[in-house]
């Protein structure tokens, strides 16, 4: 047993490391939870924070290490499963990733956030139809988590649903007006409907909350080069190159326009 005076020590510690971390502190917020572990070397808390801002810093193995060191205490604790999943899923390993995630739904199956990790690794690995139903799941434990519906108007995309796509973004854009992501694949869907003036009014919304988007602006100026409205897709481009300005696909839309225009 940790005495008192111990107990109280490693609550000051946990305390001092988590504002250095919020702080982006990083090596005395380690250095902080680092001293819980002279006193208690398996503290679930510390080794949780200490994955945490390995995890943080891109530190990917060493933040395996202490969620795995965790688990070997107590394999139920569906949240350091989800972690351990997420930092398998930023090492690429898919499988273990998958492994993880699955593990932390088999704990606590309400938990949505295991769920949508695990769509992300489905829809990364091209399994459209696992990652449709992981989404469909996070979206009957929480409707209004509008990354869910993001994802399956992406993935109804790939799968040229038009229909359910536009439905899944219209709905993005009703719990988050300004999300870039839902403004641009709408206005893609238009331009499959060849709706040029919805997908311009799309594109323009994307860049109301995005001002410096190269391709929300590139795309414009495609639309604009192809009604005719050659000024405006020239200050398009010359936009994409004002923000990017080794960009070669704008310099090629500019030189073909000056040519055009010339004739």
Known sequence: MIKSEGEELIRNWLKVGKTYAKNQKYDDALNS?????????????ALLNIGILYDEQNKFEEAVKCFEKILAFDTNVYEVWDLLGAVYGNLK????????FTKSITIEGSEYNAWFNLGLIHS???NFDEAIKCFWVVIGLNRDFFPAWTHLGNIYIEQKDFPQAKDCFNKVIELNPDSVLAWNGLGGIYVNEKNIDMAISCYKKALESMPNSVIDWFNLGLLFKETQKFEKAVECFEKVL???PDDLEAKVELGQICEFTKS
């Open 33 to 45: 939870f680092n001293e819980i572990l002279k006193i208690f070397p398996e503290h679930p808390a």
């Open 93 to 100: 390993d898919y499988e273990e990733a998958k492994r993880c």
């Open 124 to 126: 990364y690995q091209h």
């Open 242 to 244: 004002e923000i990017a």
